[in-house]
C-alpha cells in the first residue's frame, strides 16, 4: 500500500534515530563491560547488578520507541490496527517506567552505601542493601506493569487522522470513569520521583558536609576531589532525572492537547535519560571510562 511520509515525519524519524542509535551504543556498551567483568571476576555486586538491569531496561525503552515511531512512519495503514498501537505504547511505558524506577534505585542505592548519617534504620539499611536490591527489582517491575496494564486502557487512535501519516496519532482518554487509573499512573510515577529526589539530596547534603569538613581541615587531596566530582554527576542526574520525569508526566496527560511538534520535543526530552545519564555513569567509573575511551579510539 502507499504512505505519504511528510518532511516533519523524516525529521522527527531522523532525530529519534540519532537518539536511539546514541543510547543503544552507550548502554549495550555499559552492559556488555559488566558481562565481561561478571564473567572474568566471577563476582557480580549489587551496584554492577543494578547498573546491568538499568542498561537493559534503557536498551529496550530506546529500541521499543524506535520501532514504535518506524511502524508508525513507514506502514501506518497496518500499524494504526487496535490493538496493535496500545500494545506498543503500554509497553513503551512499561520500559520508561522500569527505567525511571531503576534509576531511582540506582540513586537509593548510592545514597545508602554512600551517604554517612548515625541513625539506626539507616546503618540496618546500609547492612541489608545487597539482600534488599533483588526484592526493590521485583517491585520495580511489577508497579512498571501495573502502570502498563493501566495505561492499556486510555489509550485511543484518532480516527480523524487515520488517513494521513503522523507519528502522534494515539490519544489519552480523559473520561471522568479514568480518573481513579490516571491517580494510580501519576502516584506511580510521583512515588519514583520522591525516592529518587529524596535520595539523591540526602547524598548530596552527606557529600558536601563531608567536602566541608576537609576544607575546614585543609585536606585537599583526592579524595576531596573525588567527593566534588560526585556532587557533580548528582546534580546532573537530578536535572536529568526531573525533566525526564515531567515530560513522562506531560506525554501521558496531555498528549491529547498538544501539536506535533511539542510532542517531539518532549519525546526527546523524555529519552534524554537514558544516554545522557547512562555517559554520566560511564565516566563516573575509572575502569568503565578507560575501556569507553579505549572503544572510541579503536572505532575511529
Request: hydrophobic share 50%; net charge positive; aromatic share 16%.
Given at each position: ?39 572474568k ?105 501495573v ?34 487509573t ?14 529518587a ?14 567536602k ?24 546532573s ?8 520525569f ?20 518532549i ?34
Open positions: 500500500e502507499t504512505f505519504n511520509v511528510t518532511s516533519y515525519d523524516a525529521v522527527a524519524f531522523v532525530i529519534i534515530t540519532l537518539q536511539t542509535v546514541a543510547g543503544v551504543w552507550i548502554n549495550g556498551f555499559i552492559v556488555c563491560v559488566l558481562c565481561v567483568s561478571w564473567v571476576k566471577k563476582i557480580f555486586n549489587s551496584n554492577e547488578k543494578i547498573l546491568l538491569v538499568l542498561g537493559c531496561f534503557r536498551t529496550g525503552d530506546l529500541c521499543i520507541s524506535w520501532a514504535y515511531v518506524f511502524l508508525a512512519t513507514i506502514y501506518p495503514q497496518h500499524f494504526y490496527v487496535p490493538p496493535i498501537p496500545q500494545m506498543f505504547s503500554a509497553t513503551r511505558i512499561f520500559c520508561n517506567s522500569s527505567n525511571l524506577w531503576v534509576s531511582a534505585c540506582l540513586c537509593v542505592f548510592y545514597c545508602i552505601k554512600i551517604a554517612n548519617f548515625q541513625h539506626t534504620f539507616f546503618t540496618y539499611l546500609k547492612a541489608k542493601i545487597d539482600r534488599i536490591v533483588p526484592w526493590v527489582f521485583l517491585v520495580s517491575v511489577l508497579l512498571s506493569l502502570m502498563s496494564i493501566l495505561s492499556y486502557n486510555i489509550i485511543y487512535i484518532n480516527n480523524n487522522s487515520t488517513t494521513s501519516t503522523n507519528l502522534w496519532k494515539l490519544s489519552v482518554r480523559m473520561e471522568e470513569h479514568l480518573s481513579p490516571f491517580f494510580s499512573i501519576g502516584f506511580i510515577l510521583m512515588t519514583a520521583f520522591m525516592a529526589i529524596f535520595s539523591a539530596f540526602l547524598l548530596l547534603f552527606s557529600l558536601w558536609r563531608h566541608h569538613r576537609m576544607q575546614t581541615n585543609s585536606m585537599r587531596n583526592l579524595s576531596m576531589d573525588a567527593h566534588i566530582k560526585a556532587i557533580k554527576s548528582i546534580l542526574f537530578i536535572f536529568l532525572y526531573s525533566i525526564s515531567i515530560a513522562s508526566s506531560l506525554s501521558l496527560v496531555y498528549a491529547k492537547k498538544m501539536g506535533n511538534l511539542p510532542m517531539l520535543f519525546s526527546v526530552i523524555q529519552y534524554s535519560l537514558a544516554v545522557v545519564h547512562s555517559l554520566i555513569l560511564i565516566f563516573s567509573n575509572t575502569e568503565m571510562e578507560k575501556t569507553f575511551l579505549r572503544t572510541l579510539l579503536c572505532v575511529k
